[in-house]
């Protein structure tokens, strides 16, 4: 049987929590990516024997797949709750980049984002693999498109910019600080790519402006 054969899976009870154990494999892939990671690495990871592994989730290529699923919902699940407990627009952004910088940097390797920095060499030929990319990119879209549309509702901001398209620039800056994260930014220098970019997308009304007007314009002027 070859890593990329489909294991038989068999009747034995589970003695392992599986959501720890994809965790244990997510960290191994996080820093080796898929091609760079063996069956050993992950069975070192794990504390699991290639059966195992193989039984509960089946493959390398599907131990991979089930990491990125996991991944995926646990961030998105994170995000919106940081997006959607924030009162403000800006303070929603700046928690939310906060917290990505955290996450990105939070190793002696800075190793940004586990689906950005390991998914896309992958998924050229792997549809997938490039599904879980696309769905991650949609999620992160609709997660900021909801809470820029529910401030521009309130009139919060002045912005012109329709909310899916001010949405795909904070995913862009998200995608951004975990590629300069991984090539060695300082946190000074993402925190501060984060914050012009919170600058540009929760920018406070002109005073004496309405939002569409033009700054400082009052009637009778």
Known sequence: MTENDPAPRRGRPRNFDAGEVLQQVQDAFWKGGFEGTSIGDLTCATGLNRPSLYGAFGDKHALYVHALQQYREGMHAAGCKILEDAPTLRTA???????????????????????????????????????????????????????????????????????????????????SLSVRARAGASKRALHALAQSAVDLLAKAPEPGSEPGGEPGSSEGG
């Open 93 to 175: 952004l700046e928690d939310l980049f906060r917290a990505a910088i955290r996450i990105y940097t939070d190793d002696e390797q800075a190793l940004g984002c586990f689906v950005s920095s390991t998914a896309p060499p992958e998924a050229v030929r792997d549809t997938s693999i490039r599904r879980e990319l696309a769905a991650t990119n949609d999620g992160l879209d609709e997660m900021f498109e909801a809470r820029i549309a529910r401030a521009q509702a309130d009139g919060e901001v002045c912005t012109a910019l329709p909310p899916e398209e001010a949405a795909r620039i904070a995913s862009a800056v998200l995608h």
